[in-house]
């Protein structure tokens, strides 16, 4: 039932008592990152200061802004030879960020996430496809490593091709298959036309869901579809990859790994502390990471802890279901784009007014991105023109949010104007 | 050689064409000949007015996306086959025709019309004497509608 069982059922004094010394052991290890060692000599902190969990507080949170600043490598806690791996996240304004990673951080990922799988009922039996993408996306690499950890065959499948996907699936028996919310059901519709019948043709029987906003009752259609159970996962880059948190077979809330993080709930707004249960912004401080720890990491995803204690007798706190986020960031096919992003590439375009309106729709079960746009001025008499502008614009926008938007040229005046607070993106996706 | 026409965008839905007509009636501007090509989502509505740039800042003033380009003007005798005389010269001389379009004033064809390289067209229209409107010619009464 537990992979890790003396850590996962740790009572909550048990918990609090290794963070403390993991969070100090941490803390004394990021004095070795330029970052922190100049922040903390800013507001005259010493490594000492931490003798409680409370005394965390008085460092201050971390954001996305610091780690671009720092760009490519100003974060890091060890000499850059003593690193193997790097993952980078898109940027928002032209920086992306960078994370790093020593072989203990990796071997700590790959556990982490076998962990997880392990709580879900996967065993070394288990087949594994994985249809996240890869490359430095941490869905592709951090699953991997994590099934393989377990000892699954794992099918290294990534992003696309649904009908290949559905060949390998029936032909290599797949048992487990981790995928966006959103390609569950483009697999499901593909296996139709294929004339495969997921319960019967197919030994698929767990589905590992996340990167992707979803609701419960989309998670119990696409569970009823494939007949399959589907699990919630969450991850981001900074904080390693999926493997963060993660449901139980109790499918009711995820837990997050105490032994690895330090969660906080906050008020975006005041900074402070929610109270208990309420839904607030995740603060994330890393217990466990070599090449560089994250001090109270504000990663805008909304939620809250639930109350009481889980039946699978774990004592980790169980996130809620995501409620959005504080930031603009949109989540599209598991890609996080940030509208800003669009809007620096439109700004490019001396053809453009600056007004634009990004929606984001649902066609034939496929989540698509439509960006329209304003001609400030006719610059041409020529469809061919205008026709090479679109494609121009759209392969643009790919090449800097990595999903294919459909762009459509509009009249002037048509979409909302820039003063005041414009609406720039309209989410009309079916969480059906 | 040329005249000037006026390109505007417009947006596939109802009411846009409306629009850019009741802008230029309150302008006060005679249209000689348009035409409306079309895409999926959107047009290009070409206008040959007698006065393009009133036209122009009119459509400008109320924040339509309009352009002014030059196009070429032929005047044909109203016979047939004299529209295939005219473009095969053209053909023949490896100048693609972009866009064109057609109306008659006064017993005369009017081709208007676009190609890939002006210099050259300018050349055969010299060259083969073939009657061109100027802008001048537009002011003048006899090509008002």
């Known amino acids: 039932m537990y992979l890790h069982k003396e850590l996962e059922t740790l009572t909550r004094p048990e918990i609090e008592k290794l963070q403390l010394e993991r969070l100090k052991k941490t803390v004394n290890h990021c004095m070795n990152s330029a970052f922190y060692h100049k922040r903390f000599e800013e507001i005259g902190f010493k490594p000492d200061d931490i003798q409680t969990l409370e005394d965390l507080k008085k460092i201050p949170f971390t954001t996305k802004a610091d780690l ?23 940027g928002t304004t032209g920086k992306p960020t960078v994370i790093l990673h020593t072989q203990k951080d990796l071997d700590e990922w790959a556990e982490a996430i076998a962990r997880c799988l392990y709580m879900v009922g996967l065993r070394k039996t288990d087949v594994f496809q994985n249809s996240s993408g890869y490359g430095m996306f941490t869905g592709g690499l951090g699953f991997q490593y994590g099934a393989e950890r377990l000892g699954m065959l794992t099918i290294p499948a990534a992003a696309g091709n649904s009908k290949r996907q559905v060949k390998f699936i029936t032909d290599f028996g797949t048992t487990a298959l981790h995928a ?19 319960r019967k043709d197919t030994k698929l029987r767990t589905l590992i869901i996340g990167a992707e906003p979803h609701s419960e009752e989309q998670r119990r259609r696409i569970e009823e579809m ?44 005041t900074l402070e502390p929610v109270k208990e249960g309420e839904v607030g912004e995740l603060v994330l401080t890393t217990l466990n990471r070599e090449a560089m720890p994250l001090l109270r990491y504000r990663t805008r995803d909304l939620t809250s802890i639930l109350p009481g204690e889980c039946p699978c007798g774990r004592h980790h706190a169980r996130l809620d279901r995501f409620k959005g986020r504080s930031d603009d960031m949109i989540i599209l096919k598991g890609v996080n ?85 414009a609406v720039r993106v309209k989410d009309l996706r079916k969480l059906v | 050689m040329t005249i000037h026409q006026l390109s505007v965008f417009i947006e596939n839905k109802p009411g846009t064409l409306n629009e850019i007509l009741s802008i230029l009636k309150s302008a006060d501007i005679q249209i000689i000949a348009s035409t409306i090509s079309d895409t999926v989502e959107y047009g290009i509505y070409r206008i040959i007015t007698s006065e393009p740039q009133k036209a122009f800042d009119a459509l400008k003033a109320k924040n339509i996306s309009v352009n002014l380009s030059d196009v070429f003007a032929i005047s044909l005798d109203n016979k047939v086959g004299k529209a295939a005389d005219v473009i ?58």
Request: with cysteine; proline share 4%.
């Open chain 1, 68 to 90: 671009r600043d720092t760009y490519p490598f100003g974060m890091a806690s060890v000499p850059l030879e003593q690193t193997v791996r790097l993952h980078s996240s898109s």
């Open chain 1, 337 to 421: 784009i940030f509208p800003i992003q669009v809007e620096t590439i439109l700004m490019h375009f001396k053809e453009l007014s600056t007004d634009y309106l990004i929606t984001l729709e649902t066609i034939d079960s496929n989540d698509e991105m439509l960006v329209e746009v304003e001609l400030n001025d006719m610059f041409t008499d020529d469809f061919a023109k205008l026709q090479s502008l679109t494609r121009e614009i759209t392969h643009q926008l790919k090449d800097e949010l990595l999903v294919t938007p459909k762009v459509k040229i509009v009249q002037k005046g048509s979409l909302p104007q820039s003063e005041g607070k």
């Open chain 1, 180 to 198: 966006i919310p959103s390609y569950a059901g483009r697999l499901y519709e593909v296996m139709k036309e294929m004339g495969v019948d997921p």
């Open chain 1, 226 to 269: 494939l007949g399959v159970k589907a699990y919630n996962c969450f991850g981001m880059s900074e904080m390693c990859g999926p493997g963060v948190a993660f449901e139980c077979m109790e499918q009711n809330g995820l837990h997050i790994w105490e032994d690895n993080y330090i969660v906080e709930i906050i008020d975006p707004d």
């Open chain 2, 88 to 145: 095969s010269l053209f053909a023949n001389a490896g100048i693609n025709i972009e866009y064109m379009y057609s109306f008659l004033i006064k017993e005369q064809g009017i081709l208007v019309f676009r190609t890939s390289d002006s210099d050259k067209t300018c050349e055969i229209i010299l060259k083969h004497k073939l009657a061109y409107i100027r802008e001048a010619d537009l002011s003048n009464q006899s090509y008002m509608l």
